[in-house]
């Protein structure tokens, strides 16, 4: 399964395009912007899974960091500074990374 199964591209093209100056990314915006704030819970847990590259059932700091490149191959990384903010606000117990259900608040609240 891919993003363009869950989510329209040219709303991805635009949420991404939106946030293409380093240390401008929002994660609630984006989240609306791409129209994941719309989708069921259970198609917001298909997009965590998607995020989740190594398929650990967690997104570390690491894939935090390449986030946008998940919704489009072509987007930049995240900055330190904004994976560490955009970690801050999904890690909801403290263990330094975001599970399913910390993913589907982080959508909730945007």
Do not use: N
């Amino acid at each position: 399964m891919s993003m363009t199964d869950l989510l329209h591209a040219e709303d991805i093209k635009k949420a991404v395009g939106a946030f293409t100056a380093v240390d401008s990314f929002d994660h609630k915006k984006f989240f609306q912007m791409v129209g994941l704030k719309k989708k069921s819970p259970d198609d917001v847990k298909k997009v965590f899974h998607i995020l989740d590259k190594d398929k650990s059932g967690f997104i570390e700091e690491e894939e935090l960091g390449f986030i946008l490149k998940r919704f489009s191959p072509d987007a930049r990384d995240l900055s330190e500074k904004e994976t560490k903010t955009l970690m801050a606000a999904g890690d909801k117990d403290g263990d330094g990374k975001i599970g399913a259900d910390e993913f589907s608040t982080l959508v909730a609240e945007s």
